[in-house]
């Protein structure tokens, strides 16, 4: 018997979950509340020219889809709210839920001048708070649904460790934050429309709601040139 490392194989295998990630990439119709709060360009380029992920970011994104429908099943299509998709998670008892990954631990040290642990000082506990991108999102779908209350489980993939929060948004809060999803509709309408006319060119970088989406982006390479001007800094 034979035994070798194949590496078509593993090729093969990661661009099967590759193909699938370009398909919920390339969206058609109404915006995504996930696409209303993303970077305009990405979002353009998705859904006219998707790019392929590499294949440690395809593994990170299938690693993180799978958890998720193990735990809840296939995820819902979605409804359509004033021109814009969402489809959290989950409803649970008329309250959003919604399933988190990350590679983060729930307790670390913090690091000093010189980036290594500090190992005389406690344990720093993961902030939620810290991201953003998740908290926006889950408070857009409590908007649109009318709800105050979510739940964000987070799976912490190294300690294999589950934990809850809950968020409870105010009516006031709710009411700014279906503001901002029009403003940001009505803006993402307009760049997509401009960057899609002959010798139009993709939206700005400017648009991007945070420095994190570029870090696992398909698309970083057309843009550091554009990025760096604006401030942008690539991790250590």
């Known amino acids: 018997m034979k035994v070798y490392e194949n590496a078509r194989m593993t090729d093969w295998a990661i661009k099967q979950v590759g193909k699938k990630m370009l ?13 209303i709060y993303s970077c305009f ?6 859904r006219t020219n998707p790019h392929q992920y590499d294949a440690k970011t395809i593994l990170i994104f299938a ?41 983060r ?13 500090d190992k005389t000082v406690p344990k720093v506990k993961f902030n939620l708070e810290a991201n953003e991108s998740w908290i926006t999102r889950t408070g857009a779908y409590c908007a649109e649904f009318g709800v105050n209350k979510a739940h964000i489980l987070v799976f912490f993939l190294f300690q294999n460790d589950l934990r809850a929060w809950t968020l409870e948004f105010t009516d006031q809060e709710l009411d700014f934050i279906r503001k901002e999803v ?17 010798k139009g060119k993709p939206p700005l970088v400017q648009t991007r709601t945070g420095d994190w989406e570029c870090r696992m982006c398909p ?18």
């Open 23 to 35: 398909v919920n990439q390339a969206r058609t119709g109404p915006f995504h509340a996930s696409e």
């Open 41 to 46: 360009r990405r979002v353009f380029l998705n």
């Open 63 to 103: 690693l993180g889809f799978a958890m998720q429908e193990w735990f809840f099943g296939p995820e819902d299509e979605g409804e359509e709210i004033n021109g814009v998709v969402f489809s959290p998670d989950r409803m649970v008892e008329d309250n959003v839920l919604e399933f988190k990954t990350t590679r």
């Open 105 to 117: 631990s729930y307790e670390t040290y913090a690091k000093d001048a010189n980036g290594k642990m």
């Open 182 to 198: 029009e403003e940001r509709r009505v803006e993402l309408t307009a760049a997509f429309e401009k960057a899609s006319k002959p």
């Open 219 to 236: 698309y970083l390479d057309k843009c550091l040139t554009e990025l760096k001007k604006d401030g942008w800094q690539e991790e250590d």
